[in-house]
């Protein structure tokens, strides 16, 4: 099998400096040195700057980790454009209204195009709450598979790069077998992604849900958290659905219990104990099965019960039946959060 270049140099740094690479060669300069991907690279350039394809290019310049800025692009005489370069992690505190204000600061008066570009897979929820408030416009992998795509150019380096995003996108899309998504971490989060969709499109569930990696001593898990319900009798506690992928060990789902303040712990035993007993009542009503218990740890977040039978054991998932038996899930919590 032949080696790709960027599925062996995986860090965000790789990534910077192939995307430095390619504007650079937006420049008119370049157009000598290899046209095919100097059309390429403009092609890139107008993209973020959501130009149409008349637009004049006449000058780039591209520097990496610019005042901790991943790429800073300036066009012409009077843009800028900040890129926020990321392929499996997330971002963090306020660092990009810090990249805009610093930019706003030194370069005054020109246009500054903000771009988050993520070529791994992110939540919608986190997308929505930690990008987009701060005015930075999504770039994704298909983003950029469609431009790739659309390029003339037999260059080794582009094309390796569009092939190891290609990889991605196919792994990540491979996420209707129970096998799959519980042995590819790819697979998994392609599976949460689109169930979070489907989710989010029903109003019942109150609003987006949101996933993620979880860890902890025992190793950690890919997650899914929504349907956000108070809890009467736990002193401002709430209900949640959670899906836990421990991939080898599969899919679980779990009712837990949150407080929903950060720092806080005032979920307590008592709390899950006693609507674990309100949902094992219940769950026969819904035709669900909670699997025994008999410890219950509080703190900050705690598990009331594990409902058992949600995912198939082999083969498809069916998004109609999953979707149906989440709803009993749902209607359960609903029956017993007075």
């Not at 900050?300 to 989440?326: H, M, N, R, Y």
Request: charged share 25%.
């Amino acid at each position: 099998m032949k080696p790709n270049l960027f599925e062996i140099a995986t860090k965000e740094l790789s990534q910077d400096g192939f995307l430095t690479w390619l504007i650079r060669y937006a420049d008119p300069e370049c157009q000598g040195e290899n046209p095919a991907v100097f059309e390429c690279a403009q092609k890139f350039v107008r993209f973020l700057m959501e130009k149409q394809d008349d637009f004049r290019i006449e000058k780039v310049r591209a520097y990496r980790q610019w005042n901790c800025i991943d790429i800073l692009v300036e066009v012409n005489d009077d843009s800028v454009i900040i890129i926020e370069d990321k392929t499996v992690t997330g971002t963090h505190s306020d660092q990009l209204q810090r990249y805009r204000e610093k930019v706003e600061e030194i370069f005054g008066g020109k246009t500054i195009y903000c771009i988050y570009l993520k070529t791994g897979n992110e939540s919608v929820f986190k997308l929505s709450q930690n990008v987009e408030a701060y005015r930075y416009r999504v770039v994704g992998r298909g983003d950029i598979l469609e431009i790739l795509n659309s390029c003339k150019t037999s260059n080794d380096i582009l094309t390796e790069f569009r092939e190891n995003l290609q990889t991605i996108e196919d792994k990540t899309k491979n996420c209707t077998q129970i096998e799959s998504v519980c042995s590819s971490s790819y697979a998994a989060e392609g599976f949460f992604l689109e169930l979070a969709e489907q989710l989010a499109a029903n109003p019942e569930c109150g609003g987006s849900p949101d996933w993620g990696y979880v860890s902890n001593p025992k190793g950690g898990f890919l997650g899914l958290w929504y349907f956000w319900r108070q809890a009467a009798e736990a002193d401002g506690n709430w209900l949640y659905i959670q899906i836990e992928n421990h991939f080898a060990d599969g899919l679980h789902l779990y009712i837990r219990m949150d407080s929903r303040e950060k720092n806080a712990k005032t979920v307590e035993s008592r709390h899950l104990r006693h609507y674990y007993r309100k949902v094992s009542e219940a769950a026969s009503g819904f035709g669900l099965t909670v699997v025994k218990r008999s410890r219950f740890k509080g703190g900050g977040t705690g598990t009331v019960a594990e409902i058992s039978g949600i995912f198939p054991q082999t083969g498809e998932i069916e998004t109609d039946i999953l979707l149906s038996k989440l709803k009993q899930v749902q209607e359960l919590i609903e029956s017993i959060k007075k």
